[in-house]
Nanobody
């Protein structure tokens, strides 16, 4: 069971990035997938999650209207499209999988059973 997060990088304020979370060793069906982020000196916070069973989604207030989470079952991958990025979005982003999870929040780290490695997102001019 493995989750591989990718797509981070350096982008200017107002720019966009798309993060990917590819699952291997298991199918994302019947899982909830979440994205968390952790900035230096801060606690890890839930950003967005999606239920693979019904497609329902949740967004933290800080990203609502700017980020979009989606799932591609054929690719066994979850995407996080991040638009209108702000410097305060700078963090290491992690994806995680919750068995039988539904999209709800505020998200809690303890809900999630599997974690991927992080991908760095830096928003700076």
């Amino acid at each position: 069971v493995q989750l591989q997060a990718s797509g981070g990088g350096l982008v200017q304020p107002g720019g966009s990035l798309r993060l990917s979370c590819a699952a291997s060793g298991f199918t994302l069906d019947y899982y909830g997938i979440g994205w968390f982020r952790q900035a230096p000196g801060k606690e890890r916070e839930g950003v967005s999650c999606i239920s693979s069973s019904d497609g329902s989604t949740y967004y933290a207030d800080s990203v609502k209207g700017r980020f979009t989470i989606s799932i591609n079952h054929a690719e066994n991958t979850v995407y996080l499209q991040m638009d209108s990025l702000k410097p305060e979005d700078t963090a290491v982003y992690y994806c995680a999988a919750e068995i039988g999870g539904f999209a709800s929040g505020p998200m809690k780290r303890t809900w999630y059973d599997y974690w991927g490695q992080g991908t760095q997102v830096t928003v700076s001019s």
